[in-house]
T-cell receptor
Framework: DQQVKQNSPSLSVQEGRISILNCDYT??????FLWYKKYPAEGPTFLIS?????DKNEDGRFTVFLNKSAKHLSLHIVPSQPGDSAVYFC???????????????FGKGTLLTVNP | KAGVTQTPRYLIKTRGQQVTLSCSPI?????VSWYQQTPGQGLQFLFE???????NKGNFPGRFSGRQFSNSRSEMNVSTLELGDSALYLC???????????FGPGTRLTVT
C-alpha cells in the first residue's frame, strides 16, 4: 500500500515559469512533510519541509503548501530554472509507538524538466 | 562540514554472497538511516540507528542487518544476496530530534 503518492511521473515547464509538483498521502498520522531533489548518480538533497501545524512554508524560490483535509501537498518553484531539472521526491514522517518519527516514507518521484 | 560519505560507491557481487556497506554521517549527527532505491519500488526505509541502537525498522527480511559504532559510523550487511537486491543503497544522517535527513551519494550494488 503506497502511503505517499506522486501521480505525475514527469513534468516539463519553460524557464521562468512556475513549476508545481504534487503529492498525496493516505496516512493521517503523518505530521511532517519534506521535499527532496535528486540528480542522477547523487543522493537526494533536502529542499524544504513543512509541519502539519502549518499550511505554507517558503524558502526563496521554493514554497510548499499543505492541505490537511485533502491530504495533499504541493511544491511551487518560481521562477523555474534549467538547473532545477531533476527528480523531486515528496516524503512524510509519522511518530511510531516509541514516540520517535525518524522514518521517512517517500513517493516515487516526479521528473522535472525545465526547458531554456 | 563534510557531508555524508558512503563506501564503496559501486559494488558487483554474485548471488549467494554477502556484502557490507559503510556510512559515515555528518559530524555531530547521531542518527543514521538506510534506504533502498529501486526503479520499481522507489525509496524504501530499511532501518535507523541512534546511539548504537536500532530505533526503527522497515519491512525487509532478516538478511538485511545493520549496526552503528560509538563514533556514529554505520554499516549495513546483506547476506545470501539475491538478484532482487540490486539497488542503490542510501544512507542518511540527521541531528537529534529533527526530521530533516541528509543523504550520502549511495552505493550502487549489482548482484549477478
Amino acid at each position: 500500500d503506497q502511503q505517499v503518492k506522486q501521480n505525475s511521473p514527469s513534468l516539463s515547464v519553460q524557464e521562468g515559469r512556475i513549476s508545481i509538483l504534487n503529492c498525496d498521502y493516505t496516512n493521517s498520522m503523518f505530521d511532517y512533510f519534506l521535499w527532496y531533489k535528486k540528480y542522477p548518480a547523487e543522493g537526494p538533497t533536502f529542499l524544504i519541509s513543512i509541519s502539519s501545524i502549518k499550511d505554507k512554508n517558503e524558502d526563496g524560490r521554493f514554497t510548499v503548501f499543505l492541505n490537511k483535509s485533502a491530504k495533499h501537498l504541493s511544491l511551487h518553484i518560481v521562477p523555474s530554472q534549467p538547473g532545477d531539472s531533476a527528480v523531486y521526491f515528496c516524503a512524510a514522517s509519522a511518530k511510531n509507538s516509541g514516540g520517535s518519527n525518524y522514518k521517512l516514507t517517500f513517493g516515487k518521484g516526479t521528473l522535472l524538466t525545465v526547458n531554456p | 562540514k563534510a557531508g555524508v560519505t558512503q563506501t564503496p560507491r559501486y559494488l558487483i557481487k554474485t548471488r549467494g554472497q554477502q556484502v557490507t556497506l559503510s556510512c559515515s554521517p555528518i559530524s555531530g549527527h547521531r542518527s543514521v538511516s538506510w534506504y533502498q532505491q529501486t526503479p520499481g519500488q522507489g525509496l524504501q526505509f530499511l532501518f535507523e540507528y541512534f546511539s548504537e541502537t536500532q530505533r526503527n525498522k522497515g519491512n525487509f527480511p532478516g538478511r538485511f542487518s545493520g549496526r552503528q559504532f560509538s563514533n556514529s559510523r554505520s554499516e549495513m550487511n546483506v547476506s545470501t544476496l539475491e538478484l532482487g537486491d540490486s539497488a542503490l543503497y542510501l544512507c542518511a544522517s540527521s541531528s537529534d530530534n529533527t526530521y530533516e535527513q541528509y543523504f550520502g551519494p549511495g552505493t550502487r550494488l549489482t548482484v549477478t
